[in-house]
Nanobody
Framework: QVQLVESGGGLVQAGDSLRLSCAPS????????MGWFRQAPGKEREFVAA????????RYADSVKGRFTISRDNAKNAVYLQMNSLKPEDTAVYYC???????????????WGQGTQVTVSS
């Protein structure tokens, strides 16, 4: 059982930056493809970004492309989401997830964190 713990959320103003971190408990973390998803109030959870187990491949939702960057440090057992030029519509609970597949599809992710709140004020 892989446990994922997100951190780094908070309240920021539009245009600010924030970096989310995800710390998996499993030492085999480096074999998992990782993803970030988010759920805004009253909306379905949606894909944000994914990174392959090696870090060589990344994928982004169109809404965050050019503003967000996903990265990982397998030596530190961590995955990150650098969020720049934040907008009020980025306000959501952000979830870290682990998958055996490099995918943007939620159903392919087996392990999920509890989420961290990101609020962007205008």
């Amino acid at each position: 059982q892989v446990q994922l713990v997100e951190s780094g959320g908070g309240l920021v103003q539009a245009g600010d930056s924030l970096r989310l971190s995800c710390a998996p408990s499993e030492r085999t973390f480096s074999t998992y493809n990782m993803g970030w998803f988010r759920q805004a109030p009253g909306k379905e959870r949606e894909f944000v970004a994914a990174i392959s187990w090696s870090g060589s491949s990344t994928r982004y939702a169109d809404s965050v492309k050019g503003r967000f960057t996903i990265s990982r440090d397998n030596a530190k057992n961590a995955v990150y989401l650098q969020m720049n030029s934040l907008k009020p519509e980025d306000t959501a609970v952000y979830y870290c997830a682990a998958s055996g597949l490099f995918s943007s599809i939620q159903g392919n992710y087996k392990y999920w964190g509890q989420g961290t709140q990101v609020t962007v004020s205008s």
